[in-house]
């Protein structure tokens, strides 16, 4: 069934955006990440004008983190303290991203900016989450093997200390807050919600036990793409509802039954396939900046509106 | 003298009157739709354009009257990026700004499109692809302006905006005509001009114009207007749609599981 995008301006076929949506579902409920690292660059890829997938993709990780995170308040594996601290962060970073997004936009860098961004960013993380939880996973075959000891390094060292109640944490708010001005900025620049950068910091830098992470970063990434949608829906308007409904409806659903699969699996498995897709995500990316495009013009709307 | 001129004048006007309703064919058109309604389920729209060549006298006996359709979306300005091998990765680099491009344009005629129109009425009439296109606003750093015009044409083309469509107006007794044009499904809004151009031997004898209206409508119309006019509701409101969603799916996940 084909439908009309009223702000897009194309025409896509329903049941894709439903299946699309439910399969990123799944994931962002497996993994604690919003699903946009992998929805925007296949909106892209189904005839989305980019600025509208990345507008429109901030307001359905709304849906679908609000889904997910739900199901973690019941298990009570969110720590809202430390949601908040790497909220005030994420609202700043949002607005310097989408001031940054607006410039480059004008110089018809954008495309580059955000590919640039996804393969530093996705390269880097899943990397070493790849590299870390197969160590993980290598030691705990091991029978009687170490506990995972957690690192004291720099981030104990700076001030503003205070008590995260529900992590276990003891720590100054500065990483946070540095965390969630980092994952404000991608948020807005890329269209994620910047789960797949926010987990890892969370398990790295902060060291925060891995059963709190996923609902806490679900937490603070509704706040912040909800911030990041009225940004894009009142400068750019670019937020196409239809489009977002019809992929939340898959996505909400998705969300629920990959929050129970992830329920099942070991924290460590879970890791490294996030990992591995990361990397994967990473990889195509790559592949296209480096090969020669088969198109090297593109079109642009002139005068940068 | 004075009573001469007028006279003169008379048989002038009337010499002229008479020759060009000699001469004179003159299109009378139909179309299917003069409006094109975008709704929910829009999928693309044919629009059958049909007519007959209204005249005097009888067909002239020259070259054989061949007919030219063009539908033309609203025009605006495109800037026009290309891509460069940087640092080992491409990036955009040079860009032009292209004054004016339609957003859709066909073109459909009843042979071969050098046949039916020669190149001096094309230049005049603007009714190729490449004609319609208005650009020369390049930089003078760049040399080869054109390729990036002919860039639009063909980007254009693969998304099926823009279209060349020999042969496929059909003329019957060089009276009555007819042809279909399809129109995909990411048009934009606005005023489609439509041009029917009559043509002998590749000149133009007659040309006519009318245009159809592209709109969205109910929902599409609302949600768009919202969105361009109350761009903070507009917001608001797809927030709590995501809440509302969100919420709605983990509440019935959860009664599932209870039972």
């Known amino acids: 069934m084909q439908i009309y995008l ?5 025409s896509v076929n329903a049941f894709l955006l439903l299946g699309l949506g439910g399969m990123v579902g799944i994931l962002s409920g497996m993994f604690g990440v919003g699903g946009g690292f992998l929805m925007t660059p296949l909106l892209f890829f189904i005839g989305i004008p980019p600025a509208v997938a990345v507008a429109t993709e901030a307001n359905q990780i709304v849906a679908s983190s609000f889904s997910g995170v739900l199901a973690h308040f019941r298990r009570r594996t969110v720590d809202i303290k430390m949601g908040l601290v790497l909220q005030a962060g994420g609202l700043i ?5 989408v001031v940054v997004f607006n410039h480059l936009k004008q110089l018809g860098q954008v495309d580059l900016l955000v590919k640039l961004c996804y393969v530093v960013f996705l390269g880097v993380v899943g990397g070493l989450m790849f590299v870390e939880s197969l160590n993980a996973l290598r030691k705990s075959r091991k029978p009687g093997g170490a506990p995972v000891r957690r690192q004291r390094g720099w981030v104990h060292a700076l001030p503003f200390k205070m008590r995260f109640r529900t992590s276990g944490l003891y720590i100054s708010v500065i990483p946070p807050i540095m965390v969630g001005v980092a994952v404000g900025i991608l948020a807005a620049i890329m269209g994620v919600g910047g789960g797949f950068i926010m987990v890892p910091a969370m398990i790295y830098i902060l060291g925060m036990p891995t059963k709190v992470v996923v609902g806490t970063s679900l937490f603070q990434i509704i706040l912040v793409t909800g911030f990041t949608t009225m940004l894009h829906a009142t400068t750019n308007y670019t937020v196409d509802i239809v489009l977002a409904v019809l992929l939340l409806v898959g996505g909400v659903i998705g969300a629920q039954i990959g929050t129970r699969i992830g329920t099942y699996l ?3 498995q879970l890791r490294i396939l996030l990992a591995i897709m990361v990397l994967a995500v990473c990889g195509k990316l790559g592949l296209d900046l480096l090969i020669m495009p088969d198109e090297l013009f593109s079109l642009g709307v002139a005068g940068g509106h | 003298m004075r009573r001469l001129l007028p006279l003169l004048l008379c048989t002038l006007f009337g010499a002229t009157a008479l020759s060009a309703a000699d001469a004179r064919e003159e299109v009378v058109l139909g179309l299917s739709q003069n409006r094109v309604a975008i709704t929910a389920d ?24 061949e007919v030219v359709v063009t539908v033309s979306g ?61 650009s020369v606003g ?26 060349l469509r020999p042969e496929t107006v059909s003329v019957d007794q060089q009276t009555l005509f007819r042809t279909a044009i399809d129109m995909p499904a990411n048009l934009t809004e606005g005023a489609y001009t439509t041009r029917v151009l009559l043509t002998r031997g590749g000149e133009v004898v007659s040309t006519y114009e009318t245009e159809i209206d592209v709109r969205k409508v109910g929902l599409e119309r609302f949600l768009y207007a919202l969105s361009r006019e109350q761009p903070f509701i507009y917001g608001i409101m797809s927030l709590v749609i995501a809440v509302l969603a969100g919420w709605g799916a983990s509440a019935a996940f959860q009664l599932l599981r209870e039972r």
């Open chain 1, 6 to 10: 009223p702000i897009a301006e194309v």
């Open chain 1, 93 to 97: 970073g949002a607005a310097l991203g």
């Open chain 1, 266 to 268: 070991k924290a460590e």
């Open chain 2, 42 to 65: 829009f999928d693309g729209s044919e629009i059958l354009v049909f007519g007959a060549v209204k005249r005097e006298t009888p067909i002239p006996d020259s070259a054989p009257l």
């Open chain 2, 74 to 134: 609203p025009s605006s300005p495109v800037t026009v990026r290309r891509k460069e091998k940087k640092l080992g990765i491409w990036v955009n680099a040079d860009s032009v700004l292209v004054d004016s491009a339609p957003s859709f344009y066909a073109v459909a005629t009843s042979g071969p499109f050098d046949a039916v129109l020669s190149d001096t009425e094309d230049l005049r009439h603007r009714v190729s692809v490449e004609r319609a296109i208005r």
């Open chain 2, 138 to 163: 390049a930089a003078m750093n760049i040399r080869d302006a054109q390729e990036f015009a002919d860039a639009v044409v063909r980007i254009r083309q693969d998304e099926g905006l823009y279209s």
